[in-house]
Structures are given as C-alpha cells and as structure tokens.
C-alpha cells in the first residue's frame, strides 16, 4: 500500500486553485450542481465492480457491505441533488417593509445564505465509499456552492485516488473547472495541519477518532482567522433496555444487539458500546443471551493493523479495569490480520460512573453491560456519558414519570434518540442527526448526515433594502 507523501507546495496549490474558483461555483445554478452530483453517482455505478475490488482490498470489509455502500454513496449524491433542485440551494426568507420605526416598522429584510468557500474535507477510515472522497460531506458542501478539498484516508490510498479521477473526469465531461475538487494525501500531521491552517480554507469538514480531531479543531480555532470545524470524534452510543422490552423480547433484542456490535467488525461511529439494565432475572436472562448471540457472530479482519492493535489495547484496558467482569472474550490473538473477537463485560452503575476510563469509546465489537437498580441511576449513567451520537430506548412506549425522565435525559445528551431498533444504520432524510454534544462532535447543532448538512457550509446574510437587481437573484450569490 502506497501512501503518498503531499507537499506543503502541493498542499498550498490545491488550495489556491479552489479559492480561484470559488466565487464561480458559489454563482453555479442548482441545475449545474445537481448535474455534477447525479453525474458523480453514474461514475460510481459504472465503475462498481473495480471500485469494490479496490476498497475490499484496503479495508475487508467484504464485497456485500461494499456494494451497499456504493450505493448509499449514489443515493445521497443524488438526494443533494433533488434537494437543490427543489428550492434549498438559495432558500430564502422575506420580510416586507412596514413604514414607521422600529419596533413596529421595518426597512425590507431577506435573509440569504452565501456558502462559505472551499471545504477541506478529512475522509474517514471505516467508510471508504460513504464518508470519503465523494461522501457525504463533500456531496453536501458540493451542494452548498463551496469547492472541496479531499484529504484522503491513508487506509485506502489506491481507491481514494481512483474515485478522484473518476470525479475529475466527470468535472472534465461537463465543462466544469477540475478544480472544484481538490485532492491531498499523506499520512503524516503535518498534512492534516497545512490544510487546515491554510488562509484560504473556509471549513473543515471531519470524521475520525477524538484525537487527531481534537488537535486539528484546535489548530482550526488558533488561526489568525478561526474557522468552523465540523467533527465527529466516536461514541459508546448506549442501549437502555428497560424490563418492560426485555420481559416480552430478551432473546430477540439480545439478537438484534449482537448484530449491531458485530456489524462491520465493530468499526462504526454508531456501533452499541454500553447496554444498561435494571437488574433483575429479565436482565440475566437478556445478557445470557447476548453473550451466547455475539459467540456466534464472524467478524472479519479489521480496517488496518493499527485499527486492531488500538481495539485489543481498548479490551485491556476495560477488562482490567477495577470492578469490570468480564463474560466474553478478554483473550485476544496477538495477531494484526486476525478477525477480533467479540468483547462483553459487566460492571456497575456506581464504577462506571466513577471511572472515566469505562468510558472511553472501544472501536471494534465491544460491549460493556451496566447494571442499575433505579431509573435514578440509568439518568446518572447517561449522564455520565457527557454526549452521544446516539441513544436507543426499548421499552418506553407506556408513558411514566420515570419513562419521560429517562427519555428527556437521552434527549439532552444525544443527537438521535431510537425507541425500536438499533442504532447502526443513518438514514440519508430531512429529519437525520447524526452530531451529538461534546465528545461526540465538536458542533451539536449540526448533522454530518442529512439534507441539513448542506447547512454547515452556508452562512446566513440579511440584505436590507436590497436593490432590484440584488433582489431579483432570489438568493442566489452575485
């Protein structure tokens, strides 16, 4: 795997050629965007086979999860492009003037959004196709009027470069200046750090682990001219199963945990971390099953060997760790290219608030069990947490003092509350969020999937009494 090796000169190239032209794509119409985005989703199609071949061999994650996100690739390039076409990518609001002062009168207010300027755009490492070079937050920023800047994954080198000159080829079929997109490698920081310290760079969009986001969010915000940096940096997205779930379902949900644990060996931002039960014969029964469901679950070899060494490093810590038991899996092969085995552990409501380390987010298929005895402590276990992308709640249909309690408390710490189901899996609609409060994103109030992601990248201006000229643009940038 060659990982090449971008220069500060290279760097800082790309970057000025994307300012060049970003007033001109800010100017584009919704139809030249949307042309380019349904045209970057054909391009992925017709090179599926290669395109999986590739990324199957950067990250086994197997041709059948490939495939499928190939195509939630395509369906959200062209999800940004209906949404521009309907209206979105110059809405507006208007306020007439009213005669007098104010309060009561008022000169003619509209209020547009301008995007923002060239995006760099940090790809991830556990979805190569979705979160990468022609995922969501470059459709998104694409959609916007903003330039992106693509800083590959050095986890899936050979395929990034291959989707780019796809990409660039499509920019080239429609007259469009290749410069649109920009492209940016190495493995090193000081990549990282150029491109998010460069002038010119108007927003970072990012997705990867709490601390190479955390330095670069602080690099965003130390340049003479600070930034939005819009990260999600993980999360242990916990799963309160309350007896009323688990009396009438504890082997089906027990099941339907192990999968979402298991799903893509664990390496994703919404996999279930923490699962917490009153305790109780409902409970034991639902762990049992879990531990003999995740025994029978078949990981694959995980995205790169760095990705395994940090999992196995993660199951030491949380099983040695005072006051965890652990029910499966604490022995780990020593071996970087070998499959992880499902990790399951047991603690208290009282040590894991006490202990920050429990925690922590463990990237692959781990699980740590936290028994209750109260809806006041499940309200302290969440709280605990401090954020999330996700929190699922089975058994909150029959409302109740303690229900509503435990469901406003989930509110407030994640940015999706689930009440059926399990948590991986994001839907690509209007109503998505998928950002939750600190440490789980750097921005709350955004969604890094979602129409509404095309929000972060546009900055809202009021134009009062604006001439005819500037008016009859209807929002567009002039």
């Known amino acids: 795997m060659q990982i090449q090796e971008h220069t500060a000169a290279q760097i800082q190239a790309t970057v000025e050629a994307a300012a060049r032209i970003s007033d001109d794509w800010a100017r584009s119409s919704a139809q030249t965007r949307a042309e380019f985005l349904r045209g970057l989703g054909d391009v992925l199609v017709d090179n599926r086979q290669e395109l999986v071949r590739l990324a199957d061999e950067e990250s086994a994650l197997g041709a059948v999860r490939?495939?499928?996100?190939?195509?939630?690739?395509?369906?959200?390039?062209?999800?940004?492009?209906?949404?521009?076409?309907?209206?979105?990518?110059?809405?507006l609001t208007d306020d007439e003037a009213i005669a007098g002062a104010p309060p009561v009168g008022r000169p003619r207010l509209t209020r547009v959004r301008v995007p923002l300027g060239p995006v760099a755009?940090?790809?991830?490492?556990?979805?190569?196709?979705?979160?990468?070079?022609?995922?969501?937050?470059?459709?998104?920023?694409?959609?916007?009027?903003?330039?992106?800047?693509?800083?590959?994954?050095?986890?899936?080198?050979r395929l990034s470069r291959r989707v780019?000159?796809?990409?660039?080829?499509?920019?080239?079929?429609?007259?469009?200046?290749?410069?649109?997109?920009?492209?940016?490698?190495?493995?090193?920081?000081?990549?990282?750090?150029?491109?998010?310290?460069?002038?010119?760079?108007?927003?970072?969009?990012?997705?990867g682990s709490f601390k190479g986001g955390k330095a670069l969010w602080a690099e965003a915000n130390s340049r003479p001219r600070p930034i939005p940096f819009y990260a999600e940096l993980g999360s242990i997205n916990p799963v309160v199963a309350l007896p009323a779930a688990l009396s009438a379902q504890a082997e089906e949900l027990a099941q339907a945990l192990a999968a979402s644990i298991e799903f893509g060996s664990g390496q994703i931002c919404t996999s279930p971390g923490v699962v917490v039960l009153i305790e109780g014969a409902d409970a034991d029964r639902f762990e049992?099953?879990?531990?003999?469901?995740?025994?029978?679950?078949?990981?694959?070899?995980?995205?790169?060997?760095?990705?395994?060494?940090?999992?196995?490093?993660?199951?030491?810590?949380?099983?040695?760790?005072?006051?965890?038991?652990t029910v499966l899996g604490a022995e780990q092969d020593s071996d970087d290219n070998a499959p992880?085995?499902?990790?399951?552990?047991?603690?208290?409501a009282a040590n894991f608030i006490?202990?920050?380390?429990?925690?922590?987010?463990?990237?692959g298929p781990a699980c740590l069990v936290v028994r209750?005895?109260?809806?006041?402590?499940?309200?302290?276990?969440l709280n605990a947490v401090g954020g999330s992308l996700t929190v699922t709640l089975w058994g909150a249909e029959n409302d109740s003092a303690d229900v509503r309690r435990i469901t406003r408390c989930a509110t407030q710490i994640a940015g999706r509350v689930l009440f059926s189901g399990v948590p991986t899996g994001v839907a690509v609609a209007r109503s998505q969020q998928h950002g939750g409060p600190w440490p789980t994103s750097t921005e709350p109030f955004t969604t890094s999937v979602g129409y509404a992601a095309m929000d972060r990248f546009l900055r809202p201006v009021a134009l009062q009494s604006a001439p005819a000229w500037l008016a009859e643009l209807g929002g567009r940038p002039c």
């Open 164 to 207: 780019f000159e796809l990409a660039q080829s499509v920019l080239a079929k429609q007259s469009l200046p290749q410069a649109v997109m920009g492209f940016v490698e190495g493995a090193s920081v000081d990549v990282g750090v150029a491109l998010v310290r460069n002038p010119d760079i108007a927003a970072v969009a990012f997705t």
């Open 121 to 157: 755009m940090f790809s991830a490492s556990n979805f190569p196709l979705a979160f990468s070079v022609l995922g969501g937050d470059t459709a998104s920023a694409l959609a916007a009027g903003c330039p992106v800047v693509v800083k590959a994954h050095p986890g899936h080198p």
């Open 288 to 325: 049992n099953a879990l531990c003999d469901a995740l025994q029978t679950r078949k990981t694959h070899t995980m995205l790169t060997p760095g990705v395994k060494r940090n999992f196995d490093a993660g199951v030491a810590r949380l099983t040695r760790a005072p006051g965890v038991q």
């Open 354 to 363: 006490a202990d920050p380390t429990l925690r922590e987010e463990v990237f």
């Open 340 to 348: 992880p085995r499902p990790l399951l552990a047991r603690t208290s």
């Open 66 to 91: 490939l495939n499928a996100e190939l195509d939630r690739t395509t369906f959200q390039l062209g999800a940004f492009a209906d949404h521009i076409e309907t209206g979105n990518a110059f809405a």
């Open 372 to 381: 209750v005895k109260s809806a006041d402590e499940i309200v302290n276990v």
